[in-house]
């Protein structure tokens, strides 16, 4: 192979002191058309007093002249008349001598330039390539390098694998040089194709798939391989509008001959490129989304109810923003988002709560059976399930496993104002329940009783037995729902105790 390489080398200096030439050549080439176009400028420049239309006036009374004489010399002799015919042309060389030089000068340079264009692509057709010889030693085609024909090998040995079959590779390059047309050389396919034809197997022409290199499998269809592969970029684009799709190895189509267990179905050839997740597919592109903008709650104080409470004055309502966004996902997981600009479709609406700072006096001034402070209303139980949270739950659930038909007594003296089952009602989630009145504004509510042991109208003592815990109403479970009111507002019941 050195003299491989020796003669290369010098082929490669013997081409670049060829293009030097070369281009000396085209500089003296073009040199007289240089020349004939200033030559023309200065022909102008002398002669711009006379119009084209007098130039065009004379030559065509010089024709009328000529046609006049050729008619006269006919008359007397038509042998005559074929000799002033043959004369025309020498006197319109004389008369017009630089116009022909000139014309002359420019069919030279056009037919030159032609033949060296032609010259130019002969040679540029033109390559050295390595002689290809069977066991024979007869030439079966040529290669540019050797390792075209080691990479022939080698994708023929692939497509054979998963097979019985047994590649014989009789064939070697001659190490001498030969000038050949490209369209001559073969490519690694056709070496392929050639070692193939040698063996046994039964093979087909089909499309074979390689990604990155390595061969996966073959078609027969080539256009149905090829809508396969658009059928899973646009699966992963799953519809979405200004992203792209595309494979992140490099997928190539190879046609040639193929054995015929390598060929599938496009179907299956989906599913082997899919399972075995050997393509990778890269979605980028731009895309636009509605996203909703959370409200601000203020907070604000109302010295008119008691510690505890609260109420929304006003409503919070949630914005929405149009986001676009360039987003990167690789086999749908996204791998990056980034927001290039968020355009305010609805402002949002700031929520106003109202907290109460009045101060709850636990030594209240009740009535005349109220001793002015509470006990706890379910005497054998005191697990709270669920505390007082303002305008949510606004009551104690006092809980316990099995509590059905435990007492409950009256929190502090009182007036009974409302004991009833209240179906049918607005107060139907309380099930059966009792509100007493102790006075000064203030009122205790027990509901999801089993029974009513008062009626409205009753006065009762702190710590009187006024119900029995049940799980009637809007109840999951037997408890008692306790409420305290202070001015008609319901307040937590854990600052009485």
Same mark, same amino acid.
């Given at each position: 192979?050195?003299? $491989?390489?020796?003669?290369?080398?010098?082929?490669?200096?013997?081409?670049?002191?060829?293009?030097?030439?070369?281009?000396?050549? %085209?500089? #003296?080439?073009?040199?007289?058309?240089?020349? /004939?176009?200033?030559?023309?400028?200065?022909?102008?420049?002398?002669?711009?007093?006379?119009?084209?239309?007098?130039?065009?006036?004379?030559? &065509?009374?010089?024709?009328?002249?000529?046609?006049?004489?050729? *008619?006269?010399? &006919?008359?007397?002799?038509?042998?005559?008349?074929?000799?002033?015919?043959? #004369?025309?042309?020498? =006197?319109?060389?004389?008369?017009?001598?630089?116009?022909?030089?000139?014309?002359?000068?420019?069919?030279?340079?056009?037919?030159? +330039?032609?033949?060296?264009?032609?010259?130019?692509?002969?040679? @540029?057709?033109?390559?050295?390539?390595?002689?290809?010889?069977?066991?024979?030693?007869?030439?079966?085609?040529?290669?540019?390098?050797?390792?075209? %024909?080691?990479?022939?090998?080698?994708?023929?040995?692939?497509?054979?694998?998963?097979?019985?079959?047994? #590649? =014989?590779?009789?064939?070697?390059?001659?190490?001498?040089?030969?000038?050949?047309?490209?369209?001559?050389?073969?490519?690694?396919?056709?070496?392929?194709?050639?070692?193939?034809?040698?063996?046994?197997?039964?093979? %087909?022409?089909?499309?074979?798939?390689?990604?990155?290199? $390595?061969?996966?499998?073959?078609?027969?269809?080539?256009?149905?391989?090829?809508?396969? #592969?658009?059928?899973?970029?646009?699966?992963?684009?799953?519809?979405?509008?200004?992203?792209? +799709?595309?494979?992140?190895?490099?997928?190539?189509?190879?046609?040639?001959?193929?054995?015929?267990?390598?060929?599938?179905?496009?179907?299956?050839?989906?599913?082997? /490129?899919?399972?075995?997740?050997?393509?990778?597919?890269?979605?980028?592109?731009?895309?636009?989304? =509605?996203?909703?903008?959370?409200?601000?709650?203020?907070?604000?104080?109302?010295?008119?109810?008691?510690?505890?409470?609260?109420?929304?004055?006003?409503?919070?309502?949630?914005?929405?923003?149009?986001?676009?966004?360039?987003?990167?996902?690789?086999?749908?997981?996204?791998?990056?988002?980034?927001?290039?600009?968020?355009?305010?479709?609805? =402002?949002?609406?700031?929520?106003?709560?109202?907290?109460?700072?009045?101060?709850?006096?636990?030594?209240?001034?009740?009535?005349?059976?109220?001793?002015?402070?509470?006990?706890?209303?379910?005497?054998?139980?005191?697990?709270?399930?669920?505390?007082?949270?303002?305008?949510?739950?606004?009551? %104690?659930?006092?809980?316990? *496993?099995?509590?059905?038909?435990?007492?409950?007594?009256?929190?502090?003296?009182?007036?009974?104002?409302?004991?009833?089952?209240?179906?049918?009602?607005?107060?139907?989630?309380?099930?059966?329940?009792?509100?007493?009145?102790?006075?000064?504004?203030?009122?205790?509510?027990?509901?999801?009783?089993?029974?009513?042991? $008062?009626?409205?109208? @009753?006065?009762?003592?702190?710590?009187?037995?006024? +119900?029995?815990?049940?799980?009637?109403?809007?109840?999951?479970?037997?408890?008692?729902?306790?409420?305290?009111?202070?001015?008609?507002?319901?307040?937590?019941?854990?600052?009485?105790?």
């Amino acid at each position: 192979m050195q003299t $491989v390489y020796r003669v290369s080398y010098y082929a490669g200096v013997q081409t670049l002191r060829l293009l030097h030439r070369l281009g000396r050549f %085209l500089t #003296l080439l073009f040199l007289p058309i240089r020349l /004939l176009v200033r030559r023309l400028f200065e022909v102008l420049r002398q002669h711009r007093g006379r119009t084209l239309r007098a130039k065009f006036a004379t030559f &065509w009374g010089h024709c009328i002249s000529a046609g006049r004489r050729v *008619r006269e010399a &006919w008359r007397k002799n038509p042998i005559l008349g074929i000799l002033q015919i043959i #004369l025309l042309p020498l =006197e319109a060389i004389r008369r017009y001598r630089h116009l022909v030089k000139g014309a002359v000068t420019v069919a030279a340079i056009v037919v030159t +330039a032609f033949l060296l264009r032609e010259t130019l692509r002969y040679w @540029d057709s033109i390559t050295f390539a390595l002689a290809l010889t069977d066991s024979a030693g007869d030439t079966i085609g040529y290669v540019s390098d050797e390792s075209e %024909l080691q990479a022939g090998i080698a994708m023929a040995e692939e497509r054979l694998q998963t097979t019985d079959i047994m #590649l =014989e590779t009789a064939i070697k390059p001659d190490v001498s040089l030969h000038m050949i047309p490209q369209a001559s050389v073969l490519e690694r396919a056709e070496i392929c194709d050639y070692l193939l034809f040698r063996t046994d197997a039964v093979l %087909l022409y089909a499309s074979g798939v390689y990604i990155d290199g $390595v061969f996966c499998g073959a078609v027969e269809d080539r256009d149905a391989l090829e809508q396969l #592969l658009t059928e899973i970029l646009e699966e992963h684009r799953d519809g979405q509008e200004g992203v792209t +799709a595309s494979f992140l190895e490099t997928v190539e189509l190879i046609d040639g001959q193929y054995p015929q267990p390598r060929i599938l179905q496009p179907e299956d050839m989906k599913e082997l /490129l899919m399972s075995e997740s050997r393509l990778q597919v890269l979605v980028t592109g731009t895309v636009q989304y =509605e996203v909703e903008v959370p409200f601000n709650v203020q907070r604000v104080a109302d010295a008119s109810s008691y510690e505890g409470s609260e109420r929304v004055r006003t409503n919070g309502e949630k914005g929405l923003n149009r986001v676009t966004a360039t987003v990167t996902y690789l086999n749908g997981e996204q791998l990056s988002s980034v927001i290039t600009s968020s355009v305010v479709m609805r =402002e949002p609406v700031t929520q106003v709560v109202a907290y109460g700072t009045k101060k709850i006096d636990k030594n209240y001034q009740g009535g005349a059976n109220a001793t002015g402070r509470f006990v706890w209303p379910t005497p054998e139980t005191r697990y709270v399930s669920q505390y007082f949270k303002s305008g949510v739950h606004n009551a %104690l659930d006092i809980w316990s *496993r099995d509590m059905t038909g435990e007492d409950i007594v009256a929190a502090d003296g009182g007036t009974v104002i409302v004991a009833r089952d209240p179906k049918g009602t607005s107060y139907w989630s309380y099930g059966k329940y009792i509100i007493i009145d102790h006075g000064g504004g203030y009122q205790t509510l027990y509901a999801h009783c089993s029974e009513l042991f $008062v009626k409205p109208g @009753d006065k009762v003592i702190q710590g009187q037995r006024i +119900a029995a815990v049940g799980n009637t109403g809007r109840s999951t479970s037997p408890h008692l729902h306790f409420e305290v009111r202070v001015g008609g507002r319901a307040v937590d019941p854990m600052k009485f105790f």
